[in-house]
């Protein structure tokens, strides 16, 4: 590499002395290999598929947010079950790979990805409200995801008045 060239495989990347445990944290969830357990899991992924897809009255016509949307998985659900716009959310890596999930299923004008913490991001194209919140807020252990403090902040900042 020249002098003055960026390894883009280092941006962005903190030293690990100065790691916290959320560093720590969120750089073991941009592994592909969590979320393919999670996916691999049949009767989870069914279940949220059906959960959206069942109550397509509640969710036709409506902006969406997947907080945590890890391979954009419910992402695609949301808009498989009419949803007008869904806006994905994830902190870590694994939103590259989300990114191309979306794109291989024609999806790039339904859905916007951002990556970042949901308590510093801001909705885009102008959303100011959602009617519909979505989250997978245990990940695949119940102990090892713990985002159910970042679902409440996200309803609290986003979720438009009478949605859920």
Known sequence: MAQGEVNQDEVGKIPVNEMTSKDYYFDSYAHFGIHEEML??????????????????????????????????????????????????????????????????????????????????????????????ISEWMGYCLFYESMLNTVLYARDKWLAPGWF
């Open 40 to 133: 691999k899991d049949e009767t989870r992924t069914v279940t949220y598929r059906n959960a959206l897809l069942h109550n397509k009255h509640l969710v036709k016509g409506k902006v969406v947010l997947d907080v945590g949307c890890g391979t954009g998985i419910l992402c695609l659900f949301a808009v498989k079950a009419g949803a007008k716009h869904v806006v994905g959310i994830e902190c870590s890596n694994i939103i590259d790979h989300a990114k191309e999930v979306v794109k291989a299923n024609g999806m790039l004008s339904k859905i916007t990805l951002i990556k970042g913490k949901v308590e510093e991001v801001s909705l885009p194209n102008g959303i100011e409200k959602v009617d519909i919140i």
